[in-house]
């Protein structure tokens, strides 16, 4: 199984991207999706979750921006992110979690640049 990221782009700030990570099969014992980010010589940073049972985590920065869903029936995982500020701008990488080897799945990342 591999997850395929997509919906990255250039856009202005004030703008939306929605970002969409599409597994190429079913995976089973899902305990959580979400996305990373990674922005040019800073650390990796946790951006969204979403748990099995269907609740939801933020980073503060951008909570009340972004809004993590899933599409269960596609095998996909999207990110819808309003309001976008520069500082989003990094590599967005999706990931899935389980309960059963190899435990994590990673997409290959996408680009998202805000323009100010």
């Known amino acids: 199984v591999q997850l395929q990221a997509s919906g990255g782009g250039l856009v202005q700030a004030g703008g939306s991207l929605r970002l969409s990570c599409a597994s190429s099969?079913?995976?089973?014992?899902?305990?959580?999706v979400g996305w990373y980010r990674q922005a040019p010589g800073k650390q990796r940073e946790l951006v969204a979750t979403m748990f099995s049972g269907g609740s939801t985590n933020y980073a503060d920065s951008v909570k009340g921006r972004f809004t993590i869903s899933r599409d269960s029936a596609k095998n996909t995982v999207y990110l819808q992110m309003n309001s976008l500020k520069p500082e989003d701008t990094a590599v967005y990488y999706c990931?899935?979690?389980?309960?059963?080897?190899?435990?994590?799945?990673w997409g290959q990342g996408t680009l998202v640049t805000v323009s100010s």
């Open positions: 099969g079913s995976i089973f014992g899902i305990n959580a």
């Open positions: 990931y899935v979690n389980t309960r059963y080897q190899p435990l994590n799945y």
